[in-house]
């Protein structure tokens, strides 16, 4: 499979890093640099997908990438920034990667503070 290049939006992927405040909950941060990617974004669906996600499907993305800047059991939960700057906080954040052997297929949730 070969994306087109018409179709590939350029999104901006933002790695996480997670600490933790005195009583034990999380904070996440994206401190990092944002790389530059390039995939094709489209509005989740299908009927397997809201066997799996349910109520969530409508504010679900799926893509699909060619590249090795995203990889499974590494990216998970890192955020990507679709609709907002790369300077902004992520609007999105991975929640599945599967690797094929020419593409990956990435599924995306919106961020709960975030609109679109």
């Known amino acids: 499979m070969r994306l087109l290049k018409n179709d590939l ?3 901006y992927l933002k790695k996480r890093k997670v600490t933790h405040d005195e009583e034990a909950e999380e904070i996440v941060t ?4 944002p790389i530059e990617l ?5 509005a989740a669906s299908g009927s397997v997908n809201a066997q799996i996600y349910g109520s969530k499907l409508e504010t679900m993305k799926a893509c699909k990438y060619q590249g090795d ?3 499974e059991s590494q990216n998970e939960l890192d955020g990507i920034c679709v609709y907002v700057g790369k300077d902004e906080e992520p609007d999105f954040t991975i929640k ?3 690797t094929f052997s020419t593409h990956k297929n990435i599924m995306l949730e919106r961020n709960d503070n975030r609109g679109s």
Request: glycine share 0%; proline share 6%.
């Open 9 to 11: 939006q350029t999104v």
């Open 30 to 33: 994206y401190p990092f640099e």
């Open 38 to 42: 390039r995939m094709n974004v489209q």
């Open 69 to 71: 800047k995203i990889s």
């Open 96 to 98: 599945s990667i599967q």
